[in-house]
């Protein structure tokens, strides 16, 4: 993805963020349309995936910071996921 604003617009920005709002977060909203089958189907995905809507948003700015693929096994997998044990399926072919 290209850059649309030089480092200078963004620590503007980011100024800007610090100096107002709450005095120890800055909130970064994400709407989905109620009405909008596509957005509720984004928004379970997530939920299915994780168990803070924020913490996935930054584990995927992390991924894209790091060039890393965005895949599953890069998502910390849901807490009923994450003590299942894999079934040996032998050799499959």
């Given amino acids: 993805m290209a850059w649309i ?3 200078e617009e963004v ?9 107002k709002g ?12 109620k009405n909008s089958e596509q957005q509720l189907d984004m928004l379970r995905h ?12 930054r584990q995927l700015i992390i991924n894209d910071m790091n ?7 890069d998502i ?8 299942i044990p894999k079934k040996d399926m032998g050799n499959f072919f």
């Fill in 76 to 83: 910390t997998p849901p807490r009923n996921e994450q003590n």
């Fill in 11 to 19: 620590e503007e920005i980011i100024q800007g963020l610090l100096t």
């Fill in 67 to 73: 060039g890393t693929n965005n895949t599953r096994e």
């Fill in 5 to 7: 604003r030089s480092e």
């Fill in 22 to 33: 709450k005095p120890n977060h800055i909130t970064q909203s994400v709407l989905f349309k």
């Fill in 46 to 57: 997530v939920l299915r995936r994780s168990t803070s809507f924020g913490e996935y948003m």
